[in-house]
């Protein structure tokens, strides 16, 4: 089955340190990859996604993902964290007409 | 152009009962998907329409049924109301131009407690 994984169920950076959130998705055909975040009693908002044109992606609110076919991964980064970056961030990949995501991994900003 | 939305946003019910959660997509989107998140589970996927039609369907019991209408809004049922079925329960709307799967826009869910 297809699946997708998140290193790291938490992560805590401090305001105006790197972030870097880890997806790596199991599959043999470059699909479809996606980044959401959801703020607190939220829905998902789209950060970005890949679909081939360009192996560095740049979404909003300065996050960038680089899709790498050798390590099947998709990892996100931000240069610069912000205390408003503080969300739960998700990462999708689509099979076809499936849709399948992450468990999420929580970032938190320390002041 | 209005995002996703759904009705209501928060809802309480008792077990035993049945409850339906709707979901107007973004105008021209033809594909709605649901999905249920909670804790322990994350998200996890419960079923796709498109053009009234359930085109994909997660493992989910039969107690949990969808259908969409002909201007693709879509409702979503849940019979027999469980402790477990307590969830933030997303829909998400896509335009499905292609035939595959493409970026989902989500709601800001509708969050269900059951008592």
């Known amino acids: 089955a297809q699946s997708v994984t998140q290193l790291g169920s938490h992560v805590s950076v401090s305001e105006g340190a790197l972030v870097l959130l880890r997806c790596n998705y199991s599959s043999s055909v470059p699909p479809y990859l996606f980044w959401y975040v959801q703020y607190p009693n939220q829905g998902l908002q789209l950060l970005l996604k890949y679909t081939s044109a360009a192996t560095l992606v740049k979404g909003i609110n300065g996050f960038e993902a680089e899709f790498k076919k050798s390590e099947t991964s998709f990892h996100l980064t931000k240069p610069s964290a912000h205390m408003s970056d503080a969300a739960e961030y998700f990462c999708?990949?689509?099979?076809?007409?499936?849709?399948?995501f992450g468990p999420g991994t929580r970032l938190s900003v320390l002041p | 152009k209005a995002g996703v939305t759904q009705t209501p946003r928060y809802l309480i019910k008792t077990r035993g009962q049945q409850v339906t959660l709707s979901c107007s997509p973004i105008?021209?989107?033809?594909?709605v998907s649901w999905y249920q998140q909670t804790p322990g589970q994350g998200l996890q996927f419960l079923f796709e329409y498109f053009s009234e039609t359930q085109r994909n369907k997660g493992n989910f019991p039969g107690r949990f049924s969808g259908r969409q209408f002909s201007n693709s809004r879509s409702e979503m049922n849940v019979s027999t109301l469980e402790l477990g079925d307590s969830a933030l329960y997303l829909c998400a709307s896509s335009l499905d131009a292609t035939g595959d799967q493409e970026t989902q826009y989500f709601g800001p869910g509708t969050r269900l407690l059951v008592l």
């Open positions: 105008s021209g989107h033809r594909s």
């Open positions: 999708a990949v689509t099979y076809g007409q499936n849709f399948v």
